[in-house]
């Protein structure tokens, strides 16, 4: 019997701080990534590979990398990391030596292609280091779209997401390169969804033809305020992660399917649902 499906479990904004304190003071982050490698490795199903979409460290310390790999170690999959706004690239490249393609630079910038079972998946690097806004090089951008000339369908990872989310100070912060980026993906007929983070928040949402979604933190979330004027806080809503299921045959199946899983700190238990009372 073929294989039906591709499934990918995407994770970010783990916001691991040196020597494993709480990040901003008064979030866990570190109990908060053991509760995601319990949760995940529970799962009743099999995933291929987990896509990691920035912000493994709050402060890119080499401390904080260590102790990010050494729990990730645990998990049962191969992972990709892409840097956030947050990360030290070459601290990460240090710690994750294994992941020979952190040194993988288009025009200064980190970039990653690989195929599983005729699928593509693309690791993009937002980040310019020292800001928080995202930008995207024209190097990069021009090998993003030699990948997407073949006819093999594409999921485009990176940190920041290239479009406003409403919420008020993450919208003030610039992108350069936003327009050609989205001109590439929407000229592009290979493109299933584009994966993002540094949101802290599940959003979905549709460019043109190009369907984007934006993971969780698996720590604190951003306070959800649509106001123009909205600080920058967080809180702790139930944190949480994202599954991707991709067809690999033609089937009553959509092409993509993306389940937001939600992480608590306890034991799940399931119970029956039916109605034969």
Known sequence: MGRNFLTIPQ?????????????????DSLQSLKNFIR??????????????TGDVSDDGSIS???IAKDLLSGITIPYYIIPGNHDNKANMAEVFSELSYLKNYKDSRI??????????IILLDSVEPGKASGSLTDGELDALEDELASNHDTMVFLHQPP???????MDNQSYMNRNRFLKILNEAENVLFVGCGHIHRVIM????????????????QLDLNLNDDAPGDFVFETPGY????????????????????????REEITYPFNDNN
């Open 205 to 220: 949402s549709r460019i043109r033809k190009i369907n984007f979604v934006i993971a969780p933190s698996t720590a604190m």
């Open 111 to 120: 970039f990653h292609s690989f195929q599983e079972h005729g699928k593509k």
């Open 64 to 66: 904080s990398y260590e």
């Open 11 to 27: 994770a970010s904004d783990f916001h691991i701080c040196r020597n494993g304190i709480n990040a901003y003071e008064v979030s």
């Open 163 to 169: 479009f406003p989310t409403g919420i008020g100070f």
């Open 39 to 52: 949760h995940i490795n529970k799962l009743p199903f099999n995933v291929d590979f987990l896509c990691i």
């Open 242 to 265: 994202l599954i991707h299921r991709l067809s690999l045959t033609e089937s009553i199946f959509p092409e993509v399917m993306t389940h937001a899983v939600q992480i608590t700190d």
